[in-house]
C-alpha cells in the first residue's frame, strides 16, 4: 500500500505512542480534510480512533454529518453511540429525527457475534471438526506479511496487513489477535497498540503484575488477556488483563476453545462499552432505540456453542468492570451494565450475583434498588450516602428518583384537606361515560360499570 505523507506521520505517531501528535490527527476537522478522495483503510483507523475520542456533542453531530453522505455512513451507529440523550438532540433539532432512524436502523456496525471476528493469530493449527466458528476465521501473521518482515514490523507491515482487511470487506473494529507461542509476538502487540484490537495471549509463564499499580482503562482500549494453565483447586486457566491487572472470574474450568469465544464476546462488549461511552451524562438508564451499540437486546455479545449466553457474559463483564478504579468511562457503563441487570429476572442475572464481589458495586446497587422497590425512600438515600459507590451514575439515579418522591409526599401533605364532605344535590344529574355497558355486552368491565 502507498501510503501518502500523512497516512504515515499518523501511524508513525502511534506506532511511537507520541500521544499529542496523535490528536492532532484525531479531530474531526482533519478527517473531514482527507476523506475527499478514494477510501482506503488508514482513513477507516482514523475514523474507528477518532470516534473513541469524541469530547463533546458538538463533534459527535459534526463527525456524523460528516460522514452522512460518504462511504463511511456505515459508522454512524458508533457515532450515535457517544449521544446518550438523542431525544434531547432531537428535540432541539427536529431535524435530525428522521436521520437517527435510518443510523439505528443500520447493521453490521459491531462484533455481536463471534462469527463477527476475524482473528490474525501466529500460524497455531487450530482446525479440528469441532472447532468453533472463529478457527476458521483465523489468518497466520506469516500469510498477510512475509516472515522476513516480521522482525522488523513498523508502518509499511501494519498499512499492509489494515489493507487486506479493507479491500475484503472487513471492518478494522472486527479485528482480534491470537497467539499460542510466547516468543516473536513483537507484532501482536504492536497491533494490539495501533489498531485497539482485543489481543488473547496464551502463555506458559504465570502473570506476575505489579501489586503497587492498579491501571485503568485508557479512552482508546481494548483487552489484551494473558492466559495460563494452572492445575490448582479444580481451576484450568488463569485469565488477567494486561493493561489493568486484573483478573477475569468466571471461565477456570471451561476448555481452551470455549475460553477464547467466551473472551471474544466479552472483549466486544467491553470495548464498545467504555470505548463509546457517551459523552453527555445523562441517562443512566439507557434508552434502547437511543444506543445501537450497547447490545443489551437478546443474544447480543453472546458466545454461541458454548454454555455461557448473553447474560452470563453482561455477568462476567461486570464482576471485572467493578473492580477497576471509578474513571468516568468506567462508572458510566457499569452503572448502565447494572441497571439493565438489575432490571431482569433473576436467572438472567444470576451470573452477576455470582461473579461479583459481596461488598462491591452490583451488591450495593442490589441493595439500593430493594430499597427503592419496598418504598423505602429515606433508608435509600441514607444507604446511597454511605456506599463507597453513592457517587457513581447508577447509584445517583435511585438517589434522585428517590428525592423526587419524598418532594411529592411533602408536597401532597400541604395541600389543604376539605373539613367537610360536599353533598351532591341532584345525584341522578351525574353522567358516567363508559366504552362498554350491560345489555349489549356483559364482559367483566360492562357489568361492573353498570354496577
Given amino acids: 500500500m502507498a501510503l501518502q505523507g500523512w497516512q504515515r506521520q499518523y501511524l508513525d505517531a502511534l506506532l511511537r505512542g507520541r500521544t499529542q501528535r496523535v490528536a492532532q490527527f484525531e479531530t474531526v476537522d482533519f478527517f473531514a480534510t482527507v476523506i475527499d478522495g478514494s477510501a482506503d483503510a488508514v482513513q477507516e483507523l482514523l475514523l474507528h480512533r477518532l470516534i473513541g475520542s469524541l469530547e463533546s456533542l458538538p463533534e459527535a453531530l459534526r463527525l456524523l454529518e460528516t460522514i452522512r453522505n460518504t462511504g463511511w455512513k456505515k459508522y454512524g451507529p458508533r457515532i450515535l453511540a457517544r449521544i446518550g440523550d438523542t431525544e434531547a438532540v432531537i428535540k432541539n433539532s427536529p431535524e435530525l429525527a428522521e436521520y437517527f432512524q435510518l443510523v439505528r436502523d443500520r447493521t453490521g456496525y459491531t462484533t455481536y457475534s463471534i462469527k463477527d471476528w476475524r482473528l490474525i493469530g501466529d500460524g497455531t493449527n487450530l482446525r479440528r471438526p469441532d472447532a468453533p466458528v472463529w478457527s476458521g476465521r483465523t489468518t497466520s501473521i506469516q500469510k498477510l506479511i512475509d516472515k522476513s518482515r516480521l522482525s522488523n514490523f513498523g508502518i509499511a507491515e501494519i498499512a499492509d496487513i489494515l489493507q487486506h482487511y479493507f479491500d475484503n470487506g472487513i471492518r478494522v473494529f472486527q479485528l482480534g489477535i491470537l497467539t499460542f507461542v510466547d516468543d516473536d509476538n513483537q507484532w501482536a502487540q504492536v497491533l494490539h497498540r495501533v489498531i485497539t484490537a482485543p489481543y488473547i495471549e496464551i502463555c506458559t509463564e504465570p502473570y506476575a503484575p505489579d501489586s503497587f499499580i492498579t491501571a485503568s482503562p485508557a479512552p482508546q482500549w481494548t483487552p489484551h488477556w494473558q492466559i495460563v494453565s494452572v492445575a490448582e483447586g479444580g481451576i484450568n486457566w488463569d485469565i488477567h488483563e494486561v493493561h489493568t491487572g486484573h483478573r477475569l472470574q468466571g471461565l477456570g474450568t471451561a476448555g481452551i476453545y470455549d475460553q477464547i469465544s467466551v473472551l471474544l464476546a466479552v472483549s466486544g462488549l467491553l470495548r464498545e462499552g467504555i470505548n463509546l461511552c457517551p459523552i453527555d451524562e445523562g441517562l443512566v438508564k439507557a434508552l434502547t432505540p437511543s444506543h445501537p451499540i450497547w447490545g443489551f437486546r437478546k443474544r447480543e455479545f453472546s458466545a454461541s456453542r458454548t454454555t455461557y449466553q448473553a447474560e452470563d457474559v453482561r455477568g462476567l463483564a461486570l464482576g471485572f468492570l467493578e473492580r477497576l478504579p471509578a474513571t468516568p ?21 444470576n451470573s452477576a450475583s455470582m461473579l461479583s464481589d459481596p461488598d462491591g458495586f452490583y451488591q450495593n446497587l442490589i441493595r439500593t434498588a430493594q430499597l427503592f422497590g ?45 373539613t367537610t364532605s360536599k353533598h351532591v344535590e341532584h345525584p341522578d344529574h351525574i353522567l358516567c361515560v363508559t366504552h362498554a355497558s350491560v345489555p349489549e355486552q356483559t364482559g367483566g368491565y360492562a357489568i361492573r360499570a353498570h354496577g
Fill in 329 to 349: 468511562r468506567v462508572s458510566m457503563f457499569r452503572s448502565r451494565l447494572a441497571i439493565r441487570l438489575v432490571g431482569e429476572a433473576w436467572v438472567h442475572r
Fill in 374 to 418: 419496598e418504598d423505602r425512600f429515606t433508608d435509600v438515600l441514607d444507604f446511597v450516602a454511605e456506599s463507597p459507590y453513592g457517587v457513581e451514575p447508577a447509584f445517583r439515579f435511585f438517589a434522585d428518583e428517590a428525592q423526587a418522591a419524598l418532594d411529592l409526599f411533602k408536597r401532597l401533605e400541604t395541600l389543604a384537606v376539605p
